[in-house]
Nanobody, 118 residues
Framework: VQLVESGGGVAQAGGSLRLSCVAS????????MGWYRQAPGKERELVAE???????NYINSVKGRFTISRDSAENTVYLQMNSLEPEDTAVYYC?????????????WGQGTQVTVSS
């Protein structure tokens, strides 16, 4: 399974960015797709995730500002980030949880840097 992210960059506070993640390979059954982030000196945290057939979860700090969506036909997940804040600065990672021939797996993209200037 390969996850390739794009769309990171630099934005001013109050601006917007849109992240994309394309999944390829032997995905099997996709159980969940989402976005995590890791700021310098901090642990990686969940930003937004949807479980197939289940609810969409957002971390409290991005509710009302970020929107996760998916194009299942293209195995692509998006993260629309509006009203960006300097605290959103981090490396954002795409994540896919699935079940394949050998069982459950948890795959990560390489990460894309998001920098928000004040």
């Amino acid at each position: 399974v390969q996850l390739v992210e794009s769309g990171g960059g630099v934005a001013q506070a109050g601006g917007s960015l849109r992240l994309s993640c394309v999944a390829s390979g032997s995905l099997g059954v996709v159980n969940a797709m989402g976005w995590y982030r890791q700021a310098p000196g901090k642990e990686r945290e969940l930003v937004a995730e949807f479980a197939v057939g289940g609810p969409i979860n957002y971390i409290n700090s991005v509710k009302g500002r970020f929107t996760i969506s998916r194009d299942s036909a293209e195995n692509t997940v998006y993260l629309q980030m509006n009203s960006l804040e300097p605290e959103d600065t981090a490396v954002y990672y795409c994540n896919l949880k699935g079940t394949g021939y050998f069982g459950r797996y948890n795959s990560w993209g390489q990460g894309t840097q998001v920098t928000v200037s004040s």
